[in-house]
């Protein structure tokens, strides 16, 4: 099987905008989440999506969002960029909706000038 | 609130050796707990987790509900090992709390 894949791998954005990433799960998989990485911060949960249902939300303004479709591709979006939202920005995708084995994507690296 | 705590950044081991990377955590439920390891330019992947009990490279690790640890273990470190690994409990959905990571360098 294909394994999680994000788009776009490199994205370069000014302050103010905003941005659109995406991500299509392993084929099967009905549970998408986000994670940010950064160097000070390390791995913070955004929010996870079960059939097309947002489950769970971490600690983050409301600029951050998302959304998943029927077919579980799921989109996260950050309006109004600020220079610390500079990151790698991780998808995980999973076969059931408790506790499983997650399977990361490659990862969208942000950089906000 | 959930908590993960890896208190080593840094692990530095010469081949051969034996490998103990911490984890500790903090939940007042019944976590399922994770080990995923980065290797150099490599997604993040599993590891192994606690429910299973399996061995997976050589690495096993014991959930401790007592001391509320997790510790990763190898007898004997290779140099392939080195890379970055995360302890990472789930209690809610499949909501991972990480920690910080700890850098493992096997020296040949």
């Known amino acids: 099987k294909a394994g999680v894949t994000q788009t776009p791998r490199y994205l370069i954005k000014t302050r103010g905008q905003q941005v659109t990433l995406s991500c299509s799960p392993i084929?099967?998989?009905?549970?998408v989440s986000w994670y940010q990485q950064t160097p000070g911060q390390g791995l913070q949960f955004l929010f996870e999506?079960?059939?097309?249902?947002?489950?769970n939300k971490g600690n983050f303004p409301g600029r951050f969002s998302g959304r998943q479709f029927s077919n579980s591709r799921s989109e996260m979006n950050v309006s109004t960029l600020e220079l610390g939202d500079s990151a790698l920005y991780l998808c995980?995708?999973?076969?059931?909706?408790?506790?499983?084995?997650?399977?990361f994507g490659p990862g969208t690296r942000l950089l906000v000038l | 609130a959930q908590r993960v705590t890896q208190p080593e950044k840094l692990l530095s081991v010469f081949k051969g050796a034996p490998v103990e990377l911490k984890c500790n955590y903090s939940?007042?439920?019944?976590?399922?707990l994770f080990w995923y390891v980065q290797y150099s330019r490599q997604r993040l992947q599993l590891l192994l987790r606690?429910?299973s009990r399996e061995s997976i490279k050589g690495f096993t690790a014991d959930l401790n509900k007592g001391e509320t640890s997790f510790h990763l273990k190898k007898p004997f470190a290779q140099e392939e090992d080195s890379a970055m690994y995360y302890c990472?409990?789930?209690?809610?959905?499949?909501?991972?709390?990480f920690g910080g990571g700890t850098r493992l360098m096997v020296k040949p």
């Open positions: 995980a995708s999973s076969l059931l909706d408790q506790k499983e084995t997650q399977y």
């Open positions: 999506y079960f059939s097309e249902t947002q489950r």
């Open positions: 939940y007042s439920g019944s976590p399922e």
């Open positions: 084929s099967g998989h009905r549970s």
């Open positions: 606690h429910i």
């Open positions: 990472a409990l789930s209690n809610a959905g499949n909501m991972l709390t």
